[in-house]
């Protein structure tokens, strides 16, 4: 599933192509991308067409597009939408931005069509996983959404909130990072590759962290997450690719994340792989060995 910095490349394109566009009609070719939009595929495209797109933002893994009706005049950075067009990428989605000559994707489920006769923004999923809707704001964010956290890519994240609220959890030091409403954005390949630079076990409790180790740890994760947007996101096949179609490349700086068997890029221990969550986990035995005994403040 795309983590943070697959959604925000995403993002990005999003903001260059498609703001201040307004669109001329949206058809939905398959409901059960639409199964998230309550009232159905033809109350959405009804309600899209006509509306303009403000600047594309995210929360976590989420991406929201404000929209303008034709009363209003949109400006970038305007915050006075009170609807959004709402979308979760799930394990396979891509919004993809094409000509509108291109042939369609095999499994495109959603095609938007602009005013200006531009490019077109499709919404392709192979698995039906993810899927759009309008979705109500609320102080900016869809309401749907409110409960996920902010990110640790966010300016207004919270440090101290977060290392205070890792500190009392009594559960694996992974399951509480991949917790949305914690800490947002941060999925397996990314909790894997933080906590071995940050040199923590995963299944170490977060209540027998050191304040500097949680530090250590929001640490690993902001330079993971920073070093994989640099380089466009991590793409293992065809299913996460950017708006245009170009994938990531941070799969080539993987340290822990489906390297079993391989030596340890500190200390040459083979990385295991254990099962976890109905997923995998991988770790350096000898970097980061299971710690339980209790902390002091």
Known sequence: ??????????????EHWTAGRTVAAAHALHPRALRRHAAGPADFAARLAGR??????????????????PGQQWRDGDDFAEEALLGHLGMSGQLLVQPAAAPDEKHLRVRVVFADDGPQLRFVDQRTFGGLCLDLLKDGVPASVAHIARDPMDPLFDDAKFVAALRVKSTGVKRALLDQSLISGVGNIYADEALWRAKLHFERPGSTLRPAEAARLLAAVREVLAEALAVGGTSFDSLYVNVNGESGYFSRSLNAYGQAGRPCGRCQTPIARVAFMNRSSYYCPRCQRAQMKKASA
């Open 1 to 14: 599933m795309p983590e943070l910095p697959e959604v925000e490349v995403v993002r990005r394109g999003l």
């Open 52 to 69: 303009t797109f403000g600047t594309a933002r995210r929360r976590g893994k989420y991406l929201w597009v404000p929209l303008f009706g």
